[in-house]
């Protein structure tokens, strides 16, 4: 087994591993970000955009490819997971989002891939985050009861009640995912 390389991803790259969980080609994998699929309604790119990502993973040792004869036309290359790629995978999922900035879409892309898994690991993985989301409330509401600038707190209260929304939702998701 490979370690993983230490390279940081982007969100974006996390998500392509995502959907490579079972061997495909590129072009496959950018259908699923069409507008009217669950990950098209977060994540915009272009298909040269998605392919420079793949390239790069692959280059890094997340991907590996294969080619695939197509009789009269031309081959295609499979892509799939490395054990660096699955690791890197499974470790980001498994992991809450680390600012409210990132529900928008991270979160939204860690619940489709945990969603495809099945309920449990949805439920499991909105919990996570609700814990993690509880800790900045509790963090914002501490810079809050000591922020004495009439300014600082109207950001704050801004922030928390962001924060609140978050946690409201995550309530619903939850719910959802019974």
């Not at 982007?10 to 061997?23: N, R």
């Not at 080619?67 to 036309?73: F, I, L, M, S, T």
């Amino acid at each position: 087994m490979t370690s993983a390389p230490k390279t940081q991803l982007t969100a974006l790259e996390l998500v392509a591993l995502g959907l490579v969980q079972q061997p495909a080609h590129a072009y496959e994998l950018f259908q699923h970000f069409s507008p009217d699929l669950p990950l098209g309604m977060i994540w915009h790119l272009k298909q040269s955009h998605l392919y420079a990502l793949l390239a790069r993973l692959e280059q890094l040792g997340y991907l590996a490819a294969t080619v695939e004869p197509q009789g009269a036309r031309p081959p295609r290359r499979v892509l799939r997971l490395t054990d660096a790629g699955r690791a890197t995978l499974e470790a980001w999922l498994a992991a809450p989002v680390a600012h409210g900035r990132d529900m928008r879409q991270e979160f939204l892309a860690k619940l489709y891939f945990a969603a495809q898994r099945g309920p449990e690991a949805a439920r499991a993985l909105v919990a996570r985050q609700e814990a993690a989301t509880r800790e900045w409330r509790a963090d914002m509401q501490a810079q809050l009861d000591n922020a004495a600038q009439p300014y600082s707190r109207l950001v704050l209260r801004y922030r928390l009640g962001q924060i609140d929304a978050i946690l409201t939702w995550l309530a619903e998701c939850a719910a959802t995912l019974v």
